[in-house]
């Protein structure tokens, strides 16, 4: 009775352990993901205001204002593609159904 006991506490003891081991690996891999470097994905306006620069990798902004909208021309340096934004009444940026062409 007792080496019953003994194998069933120590597979209970080998279930935990894979449990935890894969909960760690998936943890890992959650944050390894997490904390891999958006370079190459298209920023924001909020992005450089945050950062306060025109410029944060491949990506320069320009920033213009009249008296009721902010607008904002991102481009990418590396392939000359740009995106247009505006900052008008919503209280947020909208990305612009006109955009220049490519």
């Not at 209970?12 to 891999?29: E, P, S, Y």
Request: with cysteine; aromatic share 10%; charged share 15%.
């Amino acid at each position: 009775m007792i080496l019953y006991l003994a194998k069933k506490t120590t597979m209970k003891n080998k279930f935990l352990q894979i449990c935890i081991g894969i909960t760690l690996v998936l943890f890992g891999a959650g944050f390894l993901i997490r904390s891999v470097s958006t370079a190459d994905a298209a920023p924001r306006p909020e992005n450089f205001i945050d950062e306060g620069s025109s410029q944060i990798g491949k990506y320069t902004v320009t920033m213009s204002e009249d008296a009721n909208t902010m607008h904002c021309i991102i481009l990418n340096t590396a392939d000359g593609s740009s995106k247009y934004y505006y900052f008008g009444g919503s209280g947020e940026w909208m990305l612009s159904e006109h955009q220049l062409p490519q």
